[in-house]
């Protein structure tokens, strides 16, 4: 396994309803007020955030209630919301808009709700070592290559535009790198860019399987890949070059 890592809800292809999400919500609250009690004990205090969340979502009513839990759980299932994606765009505006509730909630269960202003992003992610998403080695090259291909064509346009290539020059990109030792069949991609996909990094115009077709790639993917320079990139799909031909080495030895 390669270590790119999304935040992952292991959880995330069950939609809760409204009345799991309180359940669940009780539940971690409670173990808060647990844990806060031990710490005033061993002589710690922590800020009084369940309090906070619990005085702010009473005064929510039925509506807004119904759509905070459908918002945190596309949250926990997605990983981010992009204002630049059509299926995204209201919910980023109304998640932004009652930010420090859905910081509250989240953060009594590990999880830290980032807001990137810059590039209209909301991030839930992990505080914790788990949930996360472990890619495998052409999973992890393709999300690679999409930040890279993401890092040059967005100095060609303006912020928030959106950064556009076609299936074909990702196939290029692919092969340029040198040391897949062949051109990435159609289902494969497929399964790798839905992935993506899912965690509102990209989105496909036409079918994936034509070369012609093309992916939206949005500023999401900044914080999926951390990365700040096209070096640092190229770095890490070196390095996971070197793996592969290790692997390969071992394997030709067993034979």
């Not at 472990?134 to 100095?155: A, D, H």
Request: glycine share 2%.
């Amino acid at each position: 396994e390669h270590h790119i890592h999304i935040s992952r809800y292991t959880d995330s292809g069950r939609r809760r309803s409204e009345l799991e999400m309180l359940i669940l919500m009780a539940i971690h609250i409670i173990q808060y007020f647990k844990d806060r009690f031990l710490d005033l004990i061993n002589g710690r205090d922590n800020s009084n955030v369940a309090d906070h969340f619990a005085r702010v979502y009473a005064h929510l009513n039925e509506t807004e209630r119904s759509e905070f839990s459908r918002i945190a759980n596309k949250l926990l299932s997605s990983s981010f919301l992009c204002a630049q994606r059509d299926i995204d765009r209201n919910d980023y505006y109304e998640a932004l808009q009652r930010i420090s509730l859905y910081r509250d909630y989240f953060s009594v269960l590990d999880y830290e709700v980032i807001s990137y202003s810059h590039e209209q992003v909301i991030q839930l992610k992990s505080t914790e070592k788990y949930n996360h998403l472990n890619l495998k080695l052409n999973e992890s090259v393709v999300l690679l290559l999409l930040r890279k291909l993401y890092f040059q064509k967005s100095k060609e346009i303006s912020l928030h535009e959106n950064v556009i290539l076609t299936i074909e020059e990702l196939h290029d990109s692919i092969a340029e790198i040198g040391w897949l030792q062949r051109r990435m069949n159609k289902t494969e991609l497929r399964g790798i860019l839905r992935l993506f996909k899912r965690y509102s990094l990209i989105d496909n115009i036409g079918e994936i399987e034509r070369d012609d077709s093309m992916l939206l790639i949005y500023p999401s993917i900044i914080h999926a890949v951390p990365y700040e320079e096209i070096v640092e990139i190229d770095k890490q799909i070196k390095a996971y070059g070197r793996e592969e031909e290790n692997e390969t080495v071992d394997e030709d030895t067993a034979d």
